[in-house]
C-alpha cells in the first residue's frame, strides 16, 4: 500500500480531493491511504503561528522552520519528503513511476512566500509541477497525489490503460470519438468504423506522431520510434512543407 502525508495550512481544501472519484476508491479499497495533516497543529505558542516577517526585510511572510520541521518529523519515517515549489526539479511521468513505487510519501505544501529555506535540510526533494506561480503548493501536491497514485497496481481498472498513457509510449494520445457518429456535421473518421483493426492501430499511430511533431516536437528525441514511424514523419513533414525538422 503507497501512503502518503499531505502537510498543508489548508487541510480542507485537500481533503474533498481524496473522498470523490478514483482517489476516494483506492482508499476504500485500501489501494493507498492518505492523511492530511494542518500545519498549524505543530505549532507550539498561544497565537498558534506558522509565519513570520523575512529576515533582511522585504514584502510577504515566511514559513517558520520550526513549525515545518516539527509538521515534516511527526510525519516520519518516509520514503520521500517532497517540497513543492516552482525551483523544484521537473515533475515527469517518469518520477510519478519512480514515486509511485515507495511506502511512504510526505507532500509539503508551503504557503506565503515560501519556507525558510533551512528546511531544504529536512526534506529529501524539491519538485515543481510547472515554470508557474501558485498561491501554494497543495494543487501540486494533488498533482503528484493524481499522478502516482493511477499507477499503483489495481487503482485503474485497466492495467493495459497506463500502458498505453501518452507520456508512457513517448508521444501524445491519438484522437478518440464515441457516439453519435455524427454530430452538427462532424463525423468520425471512417476507418474507426471500418473492423479492421491493423488499419485502425496504423491510423492511431500515425495521428499520435503527427499531433506530437505539430504540438509537441521535443518529445520526439525521446520517444521509441520505428523505422516505420520516421518513414511517416518524414513524409508528414515534407508533405507540410518541411516546418518541423528545426523544431525537433
Ligand atoms: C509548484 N510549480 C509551481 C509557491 C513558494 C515553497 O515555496 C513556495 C511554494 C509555492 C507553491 O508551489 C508552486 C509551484 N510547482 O507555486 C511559492
Do not use: C, N
Not at 25 to 32: D, V, Y
Not at 80 to 105: C, N, Y
Not at 106 to 121: N, P
Not at 169 to 179: A, I, K, N, S, V
Request: zero cysteines.
Amino acid at each position: 500500500m503507497l501512503r502518503y502525508t499531505i502537510l498543508t495550512l489548508f487541510p480542507g481544501l485537500v481533503r474533498p480531493w481524496t473522498e470523490e472519484a478514483l482517489i476516494a476508491k483506492a482508499i476504500r479499497r485500501g489501494l493507498i491511504r492518505v492523511d492530511v495533516r494542518d500545519i498549524r497543529e505543530y505549532t507550539t505558542d498561544k497565537h498558534r503561528q506558522v509565519d513570520d516577517y523575512p529576515y533582511g526585510g522585504g514584502a510577504g511572510m515566511v514559513m517558520r522552520v520550526d513549525v515545518v520541521v516539527r509538521a515534516i518529523e511527526a510525519a516520519l519515517p518516509a520514503d520521500e519528503v517532497i517540497l513543492l515549489s516552482p525551483a523544484g526539479d521537473p515533475f515527469t511521468q517518469r518520477m510519478a513511476e519512480e514515486l509511485s513505487q515507495k511506502q511512504h510519501l510526505v507532500l509539503l505544501a508551503g504557503r506565503y512566500e515560501g519556507i525558510d529555506a533551512r528546511v531544504e535540510h529536512f526534506v529529501t526533494r524539491e519538485v515543481s509541477i510547472g515554470d508557474y506561480v501558485l498561491m501554494g503548493g497543495e494543487v501540486a501536491a494533488l498533482a503528484i497525489l493524481e499522478a502516482t497514485a493511477r499507477l499503483v497496481p489495481g487503482v485503474l481498472g485497466d492495467p493495459e490503460s497506463h500502458q498505453k498513457d501518452s507520456f508512457s509510449w513517448g508521444l501524445l494520445d491519438y484522437p478518440q470519438y464515441t457516439r453519435p457518429p455524427e454530430f452538427r456535421g462532424l463525423e468520425v473518421p471512417e476507418v474507426l468504423t471500418s473492423g479492421h483493426h491493423a488499419r485502425i492501430e496504423r491510423w492511431r499511430r500515425e495521428r499520435a506522431l503527427e499531433r506530437t511533431l505539430k504540438r509537441r516536437p521535443d518529445l520526439l528525441k525521446r520517444a521509441p520510434l520505428t523505422a516505420e514511424d520516421l518513414e511517416f514523419l518524414a513524409r508528414f513533414d515534407a508533405a507540410e512543407g518541411g516546418d518541423y525538422t528545426d523544431e525537433g
